[in-house]
């Protein structure tokens, strides 16, 4: 079967599989992430050796498109691709062959929740200037300091932190460590309220006096810049796959409701205005889609991601929050209503242009890197937050 074809059988299998997922709730959601482990979504990008499915940034793509276009829920499906580039691939990139055999299984498994913990009150987008500390002692460390915002951390079962080893040393003087919900010290407190991307509980993690065992550290003491680096590169590149999904459904619900709608005798789609907002969506989902393909190319060469990931965070977020608001307008009344897709499609947007870095900061990483590259080309990103 040729290449092109097996890729889209995969897009569709999963927007199958995504439409009979139900809303997510705090009581279901462990089963709902055990389902979709047997579907296997958790495999993707996530070499054999592994216990993957070995297969290539653009076969996740493929697959997580679907799985966006046919999930009414872009919460979980955010949740499930976060849990892929900044739990699963960290701990292969960075992890010792111990820490891989002991979290690996079981995050693929879907009995594991994962959380990524590097936002603080006081860093925010500033996020090498955190506090936390792990300080060492005979056998491991202890951690003090807190994280905020961490999606999934108020019900995961371990987290990747990052904390100040060194702080002396500034950026290098960071550390990467896993902690579990059982480490004594370590503390979830309950999900806060929020906007949008409801089935993703959010919530703050303390560290009082959480000591843990050596063998928990990914990397070397002070690798903790360069593994925050590498995540938000992929994060910035995948984490909005499974919204250019649900841009495609957008599109689809958006043009059927203009051309069904009839209103002084004709379709609303034949009134410029509504037609020129089909027009938009449908530059912005072909562009998304475009960025994407680029960005697994550039994933599965092996090449530098940082600007190109800053980039494609900025386009994507932002065209998601455009075409949501425009398929919104076009709906009228009927759009603004709780529970139309509109309205939450709307909501779900906006947490997409802060996580994974502000706007801002992915345009400060673009123009530096640009501006950067003109005088010394081999100039590396800035681990702004993410
Ligand atoms: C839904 C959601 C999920 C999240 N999930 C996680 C997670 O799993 N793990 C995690 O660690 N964090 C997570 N975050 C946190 C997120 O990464 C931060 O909220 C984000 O980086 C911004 O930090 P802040 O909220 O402190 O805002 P601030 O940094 O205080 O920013 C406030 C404003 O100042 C602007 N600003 C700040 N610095 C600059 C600058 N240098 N140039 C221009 N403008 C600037 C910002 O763009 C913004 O408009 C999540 C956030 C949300 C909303």
């Excluded at 499906?77 to 739990?87: D, P």
């Excluded at 905020?148 to 371990?158: H, L």
């Excluded at 603004?336 to 947490?351: K, M, N, P, W």
Aim: hydrophobic fraction near 40%; aromatic fraction near 8%; charge should be neutral.
């Amino acid at each position: 079967m040729h290449y092109k074809s097996q890729i889209n059988d995969l897009g569709s299998g999963a927007k199958s599989f995504a439409v009979t997922l139900p809303d997510v709730t705090a009581e279901n959601l462990r089963g709902v992430w055990k389902t979709i482990a047997e579907f296997g979504s958790f495999n993707f990008a996530v070499p054999s050796e592994f216990g993957g499915s070995g297969r290539t940034a653009q076969e996740f793509c493929s697959h997580f498109l679907g799985f966006g276009e046919g999930c009414r829920d872009n919460g979980l499906a955010m949740a499930v691709i976060s849990q892929i580039w900044t739990l699963q691939k960290p701990l292969i990139r960075f992890g010792s062959s111990q820490v891989k055999a002991a979290y690996l299984p079981k995050l693929l498994a879907g009995e594991t929740l994962g959380a990524f913990a590097l936002t603080e009150l006081e860093a925010g987008s500033d996020a090498l200037a955190l506090r936390t500390r792990a300080d060492r002692v005979d056998g491991g460390y202890v951690l003090n300091g807190s994280k905020a915002f961490v999606g999934m951390g108020p019900n995961c079962d371990i987290a990747i932190v990052f904390a100040q080893t060194d702080p002396g040393k500034g950026r290098w003087g960071l550390s990467a460590f896993v902690v579990h919900a059982g480490d004594k010290g370590f503390v979830r407190h309950p999900a806060q309220g929020k906007l949008g991307l409801n089935s993703v509980p959010l919530g703050e993690l303390e560290f009082r006096d959480c000591r843990i065992s050596e063998d928990r550290r990914l990397g070397p003491e002070g690798a903790g810049a360069a593994i925050i680096q590498t995540t938000l590169d992929w994060e910035r590149c995948f984490i909005l796959t499974s919204q250019v999904g649900a841009m495609r459904r957008q599109l689809a619900e958006c043009t059927d409701f203009a051309a069904a709608r009839n209103l002084f005798g004709q379709s609303i789609s034949e009134f410029q205005s509504v037609a020129n907002r089909i027009a938009d969506m449908r530059v912005r989902l072909e562009t998304c889609e475009l960025m994407l393909e680029r960005a697994a190319d550039l994933y599965d060469a092996k090449k530098p991601l940082t600007q190109f990931a800053a980039m494609a965070n900025l386009h994507i977020s932002e065209a998601f929050l455009s075409s949501s608001l425009d398929a919104l307008r076009t709906h009228g009344g009927r759009g603004y209503l709780a529970g139309a897709s509109t309205e939450q499609d709307a909501r779900d947007a906006l947490g997409g242009v802060i996580y994974s870095g502000t706007s801002d900061i992915q345009r400060q990483i673009i123009a530096k890197m640009e501006i950067g590259q003109r005088s010394r080309p081999n100039k590396l990103g800035d681990s702004t937050n993410g």
